[in-house]
């Protein structure tokens, strides 16, 4: 078989179990929890806005207010996406196979750190897509992307390499513009657009070995996967205990760098500096977490975690994801200039923390 034959092949392979996500909300809902989305300036006033006729709809009646890409891992139902295709509070989503059939979908749990969702529909018969090892790619080795660009496009498939690993960027995850550190990433030059997140990355024996998660937009052929490995981790953690288990420490930080450092006048060169983000409700430290009972404080650097240097390349998730519930981990913290040892029980996050 030659290389083209091959790509045909693995095309053929993958496109059943691609599944495109349609995201749907009352007209009502979205001007009340949205209203700035639809406020257009005009001259000297501000138009109402459209009516709802004149706004797309999904197939269930529903103001169609975005969507992206899944894929089929297991013939029960069980669907992988970005957490951020599913974000939207109160929405209704549907999803669409390559055979064009519709279901709707129940959001059975995210992993909130990998950007990862997993969703249930009800339906026989579904081919599911292997999924690979990710630890065992390899620079320049051909991948290829598949999902419905700008969230339109069905069945889309683009061509690449895989052009860099362990990539941190930081993306933003909904219609508020909140924004998330997406930490060890596989980059490519297959061109993911808008709506293609969530759909798989796959290598040319049809196995998912990432998740399509990210785009730079004003560079030219740079994207970004989730290694699959992380979501096996999840579904193994679903299948086992109902939910995603992730230990959480509830501070809210933002890591040290030079501006930082001139700033606030620190004399550490890395660590994460625990501040709040100035909204009401959103302390810097989450009452009644982990943090709060090791008697992490406001201003303190955490400059290690499990003996491990917290800095650009590590930072806290990178570290709570190597530890086991329950389990006791030394932290480190500079507070007012010096170095205090404090002892963390590592407990799962709590289904009220947002």
């Known amino acids: 078989m030659n290389y083209e034959d091959q790509i045909i092949a693995t095309v053929k392979k993958v496109m059943p179990t691609v599944v495109s996500i349609v995201v749907g909300k009352d007209y009502d809902a979205l001007l009340r929890e949205h209203p700035t989305e639809f406020m257009v300036p005009h001259g000297d006033h501000i138009d ?21 890409t899944g894929f089929i891992v297991d013939s029960s139902g069980l669907i992988l996406t970005n957490k951020h ?22 959001i059975l749990a995210v ?38 660009a700008l969230g339109e496009f069905q069945n889309t498939v683009s061509q690449g390499i895989v052009s860099g690993l362990s990539r941190f960027i930081t993306a933003m995850t909904d219609m508020e513009g909140h924004s998330e550190r997406l930490r060890g990433l596989i980059q490519t030059d297959a061109a993911i657009n808008p709506g293609n997140s969530g759909g798989p990355l796959v290598n040319l024996q049809g196995e998912a070995i990432g998740i399509n998660s990210a785009v730079v937009f004003g560079a030219q052929n740079i994207g970004f996967a989730i290694p699959i490995n992380k979501a096996k981790g999840d579904l193994e953690e679903l299948k086992k205990y109902g939910r995603i288990r992730r230990p959480f420490l509830g501070v809210r ?44 404080r406001e201003a303190d650097i955490i ?12 930072g806290i998730e ?27 029980m590592a407990e799962e996050r709590s289904a009220l923390v947002k």
Request: a negative charge.
């Open 48 to 68: 109402p806005p459209p009516p709802e006729e004149e706004l797309p709809h999904t197939k269930g009646g529903k103001v169609r207010i975005g969507g992206g």
């Open 85 to 106: 295709v599913v974000s939207e509070a109160n929405a209704e989503y549907v999803v669409m196979t390559a055979a064009d059939d519709s279901y709707p979908a129940k």
């Open 111 to 148: 992993d909130p750190l990998n950007d990862v969702a997993i969703l249930k529909i009800e339906a026989d018969d579904l081919s599911p897509l292997v999924l690979g090892n990710s630890n065992k790619i390899e620079l320049g080795q051909t991948v290829l992307a598949v999902g419905t």
């Open 253 to 296: 930080y933002v890591l040290v760098n030079p501006v930082l450092k001139k700033r606030f006048k620190l004399n550490v060169e890395h660590g994460a500096f625990v501040l709040h983000e100035g909204i009401p409700g959103r302390p810097a430290i989450v009452p009644n977490s982990a943090a709060e009972k090791a008697g992490i």
């Open 303 to 314: 400059i290690e975690m499990n003996n491990c240097e917290v800095n650009d390349k590590t």
């Open 318 to 344: 990178d570290i709570l994801e190597k530890v086991n519930i329950g389990e006791q981990i030394p932290v480190k913290v500079l507070r007012e200039g010096r170095e205090e040892n404090l002892m963390l």
